[in-house]
């Protein structure tokens, strides 16, 4: 009897709290935005993608909740660096 092993890797991956995603997704969708900003990845091969965002997730955040057009505007004046993970299998 043999037996087959898949691993099936999805293009889009989350490391953050799945709850809080889709609460804030349902109840406050542009704090839902950024929260899967800050924590989602992009998979491709054997690399994962993520946004390192320069400056303070907390102000990101605050402004989200408050006034979203902020958080906007922070994330767009600080900038985002594409950060490549690589893992070996």
Do not use: Q
């Not at 924590?39 to 006034?67: D, E, H, Q, T």
């Amino acid at each position: 009897m043999n037996i087959v092993n898949n691993r099936h890797v999805y293009p889009l991956s989350y490391i953050g709290s799945i709850f809080w995603l889709i609460v804030f997704a349902i109840f406050w969708p542009p704090l839902g935005v950024f929260l899967f900003v800050k924590n989602g990845r992009f998979v491709k091969n054997n690399s994962s993608f993520c946004l390192s965002y320069r400056g303070s997730w907390f102000w990101v955040i605050f402004w989200a909740i408050l006034f979203f057009p902020v958080a906007i505007v922070l994330m767009a004046l600080r900038g985002a660096d594409v950060v490549e993970k690589s893992t070996v299998a």
